[in-house]
């Protein structure tokens, strides 16, 4: 444990000196929702190209992921972290525009108790695929209620971090790490998400990206063609960027806050 946090204090004064991400300018977090096949078949080959790990926020209930188990297992071992975002996907289906919500899974009628068992179960579930006891949540639609009561209080109980879905850059000293900002990307084209990376090296920040459909698979979708050009771009600019799953990236954090502390 002692060289551990000599390793650690080292570490976060080399990355003091250089940069506040690791030594670099900024940070990148790839995330991608839902548990579509297009994140098997298209968004991991790329980010395996390249040599970068995303954090994937899976819905055990999904059909390509019942379906493909092994794959997925796969995809942990190659260093990828496999999130947390339930088991049904409840949203609240009293908010506007929310009529697709299906009573069994309206987060509305729901009550913490059930919010917080159905993640419980999901977690029980990954580590059943991956064999790990710590990973990183998602809010589904980014809810953060259930029946009306808040359940972040129960989420921070069971993980280091949970992202949402409001738009935003953080920095290491101010962002919640029970509600890490993201851009959600719907459509968006190869130029505006490499901007956002420019932005963040700009703002020694990080950003974090939102995916659900990559080439196809989910109404939110962006083409395989954006998303490949992104992560060709985030290789070529590898020396002001560290780009790590979730997981990583808020443990980094929490390292760097302890050692701050007077």
């Known amino acids: 444990m002692k060289i551990l946090m000599v390793f650690l204090l080292l570490l976060s004064s080399t990355a003091a000196i250089s940069g506040d991400w690791k030594g670099k300018k900024a940070a990148v977090v790839l995330t991608y929702d839902d548990a579509l096949g297009v994140h ?47 088991m049904f996907h409840p949203c609240d289906g009293s908010q506007p525009g929310r009529d697709w919500v299906s009573k069994a899974t309206d987060l509305s009628t729901w009550s913490v108790q059930r919010m917080v068992d159905n993640i419980a179960m999901t977690n029980v579930l ?24 808040s359940f972040v209080g129960q989420v921070m109980q069971s993980f280091p971090g949970a992202r949402g879905v409001q738009g935003g850059y953080e920095k290491i000293e101010t962002m919640d790490l029970s509600d890490i900002r993201s851009f959600m990307v719907m459509g968006d084209s190869a130029e505006k998400l490499i901007g956002r990376v420019d932005e963040a ?10 995916f659900h459909g990559v080439g196809g698979e989910h109404g939110l979708d962006v083409s395989k063609e954006a998303h490949d050009a992104l992560i060709a771009y985030l290789d070529k600019k590898k020396s002001d960027l560290w780009v790590a799953p979730m997981i990583d990236v808020v443990d980094y954090v929490k390292v760097r806050r302890k050692l701050a502390k007077p």
């Not at 090296?201 to 939102?210: E, N, P």
């Open 40 to 86: 098997l078949d298209n968004a991991m080959q790329t980010l395996d190209k390249y040599r970068f790990k995303g954090t994937f926020y899976v819905t055990v209930s999904s059909e390509p992921f019942k379906a493909r188990i092994s794959d997925w297992r796969a995809m942990a071992k190659a260093g990828h972290e496999l999130g947390n975002h339930t």
């Open 126 to 149: 990954l580590t059943a695929v991956d064999g790990k006891s710590k990973r990183t949540f998602a809010y589904t639609c980014g809810d953060k209620s259930a029946g009306g009561e």
């Open 201 to 210: 090296i700009k703002q020694g920040a990080l950003v974090v990206f939102l």
